[in-house]
């Protein structure tokens, strides 16, 4: 029989990427979007009407059971959050609501609603923080180092409890940083593969960053939402590190993303305090063996051909502005 998904966050990154394996996979899929006075459906819009959308918030509880009664999922993947690190700090209440107590509301839910549904937690390498060994495995002691990795942790360790507490098929992906095109403009990643081609087409002259020395891994989105996927197809609920194995610093990442446009990142790249964040995390690398092991799961985009699909991307989508500012220019000066 058809199997019903429902996502949160399914506007995300994450959540894009998921809707279009899961449709593809067969699966009657339902996305949660929240309120808002614009339309945030940028990464959906092409699923059309094969995506349900439905109204509801990880701060109202009744608004999640009401969809579950409705919509009767046989899976939840719950990836929606509050999940820019440097917000964290500025709206850390609402990151401890939406992130942390969100995923307690959504667990109560399904609990009550339907003990039977499967239900996968975003999980994060932020928990790790300031890691205390390298690389961060399932059993790594946990150390967050921003108000949204200590939110993530508590999710985390609520679906774990919910898990032996109830016997409910509840697991987690704990997740290293994963990017691809449909990255939010203010991560790293994206901030300056776009600013470079901004910057490569003449349309902006400086990017201002923070600290380039952190490390991370950082691997291919699609690939991790199919990690997500075979997490919930396990005959056990369990956590999982979804990761490369790699790590490479900030500076890389910049280096590498301009060099890929002929520009040395040294002629505009000035270091700013104001993205420097309170309390770092260094080094993050992750032990992806349980995942390949159990779930026979591996990245398949290498860090180099992650900056090639990104600059290439943001080449084209900066082409493509600047040709409607021209066009809309030039109607102006018409009209
Ligand atoms: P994202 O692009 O920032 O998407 C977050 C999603 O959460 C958006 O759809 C957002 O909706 C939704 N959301 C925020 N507050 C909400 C609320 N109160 N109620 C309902 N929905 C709400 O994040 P992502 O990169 O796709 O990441 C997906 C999940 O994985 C997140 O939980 C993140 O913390 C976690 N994670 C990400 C990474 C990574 O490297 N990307 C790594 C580990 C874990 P709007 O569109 O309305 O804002
Ligand atoms: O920062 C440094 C910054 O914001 C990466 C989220 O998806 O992955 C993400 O969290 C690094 C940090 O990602 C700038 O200090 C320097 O060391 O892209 P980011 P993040 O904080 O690692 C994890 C796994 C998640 O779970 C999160 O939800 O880059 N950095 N200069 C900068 N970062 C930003 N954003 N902007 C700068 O100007």
Not at 147 to 155: N, R
Request: proline share 4%; aromatic share 10%; hydrophobic share 40%.
């Amino acid at each position: 029989m058809r199997k019903t998904a429902f996502i949160t966050g399914v506007t995300g990154q994450d959540g894009s990427y998921l809707a279009e394996l899961l449709l593809a996979k067969g699966y009657r899929v339902v996305g949660m979007i929240r309120r808002t006075s614009t339309v945030p459906t940028e990464r959906i819009y092409h699923l059309g009407e094969t995506l349900e959308i439905v109204s509801g918030d990880l701060l109202d509880e009744k608004s999640l059971r009401h969809i579950l009664e409705t919509c009767q999922p046989d899976e939840v993947y719950n990836l929606a959050a509050q999940s820019f690190v440097p917000e964290s700090w500025t709206q850390a209440v609402l990151t401890g609501e939406i992130t942390g107590l969100g995923v307690t509301r959504m667990l109560n839910a399904i609990h009550d609603v339907n003990p039977h549904i499967r239900f996968y937690q975003a999980s994060t390498s932020e928990m790790f923080g300031k890691a205390q060994e390298v690389p961060q495995n399932e059993r790594t002691p946990l150390y967050p180092r921003s108000p949204y990795g200590a939110a993530k942790v508590y999710g985390h360790w609520m679906t774990i409890n919910f898990r032996e507490s109830y016997g409910m098929f509840a697991a987690t992906g704990i997740l290293f940083n994963h990017e691809s095109p449909r990255r939010g403009m203010e991560f790293l990643t994206r901030k300056v593969t776009y600013a470079a081609a901004r910057i490569a087409a003449g349309l902006q002259t400086e990017l201002r960053l923070g600290n380039m020395d952190a490390q991370r891994d950082w691997g291919y989105a699609p690939d991790y939402v199919e990690g997500m996927w075979r997490i919930l197809q396990a005959d056990e609920p369990s956590d999982y590190v979804l990761a490369t194995g790699e790590t490479h610093s900030v500076r890389e990442w910049v280096e590498k993303s301009f060099r890929a446009l002929g520009l040395d990142y040294k002629d505009y790249v000035v270091t700013d305090p104001r993205f420097v964040r309170p309390a770092e995390v260094d080094l993050l690398v992750g032990d992806p063996c349980k995942a390949h092991n159990l779930l026979d799961w591996k990245p398949t985009v290498t860090f180099d051909q992650l900056i090639a699909i990104m600059v290439e991307a943001d080449k084209a989508l900066v082409a493509e502005q600047e040709a409607t500012r021209q066009v809309i220019a030039k109607l102006r000066s018409i009209h």
